[in-house]
């Protein structure tokens, strides 16, 4: 079976820290890119960060970069979204995703059933 399980979310204060996990199994983790995406209440679904499983590149929204950072622990199945100086408009649910090869927008085959992430003003 194949599962994509997220962890670490949880209230933060604003300017506040969280890292979040995603644990893989059921698939050959190293071949597969890993994205963190978020999705807020009436909001459309974005991408945050990507890690890819060719040759480690990562990838960041203009949102997220220069205050979060993606990496991965493939002896332990697992991808990391490091996320510093949160602010209130980063609350959401907070998804991980496999994709084979690379980091892309679109075609993950593999979602994860989300983790809350909530920044408090």
């Known amino acids: 079976e194949v599962q994509l399980v997220e962890s670490g979310g949880g209230l933060v204060q604003a300017g506040g820290s969280l890292r979040l996990s995603c644990a893989a199994s059921?698939?050959?983790?190293?071949?597969?890119?890993i994205g963190w995406f978020r999705q807020a209440p009436g909001e459309e679904r974005e991408g945050v960060s990507c890690?890819?499983?060719?040759?480690?590149?990562?990838y960041y929204a203009d949102s997220a970069r220069g205050r979060f950072t993606i990496s991965r622990d493939n002896a332990k199945n697992t991808v990391y979204l490091q996320m510093n100086s949160l602010k209130p408009e980063d609350t959401a649910v907070y998804y991980c995703?496999?994709?084979?090869?690379?980091?892309?927008?679109?075609?993950?085959?593999?979602w994860g059933q989300g983790t809350q992430v909530t920044v408090s003003s």
């Open positions: 995703a496999a994709r084979n090869g690379y980091c892309a927008p679109d075609y993950y085959d593999y």
């Open positions: 059921g698939f050959t983790f190293d071949d597969y890119a």
């Open positions: 890690i890819s499983g060719s040759d480690g590149s990562t």
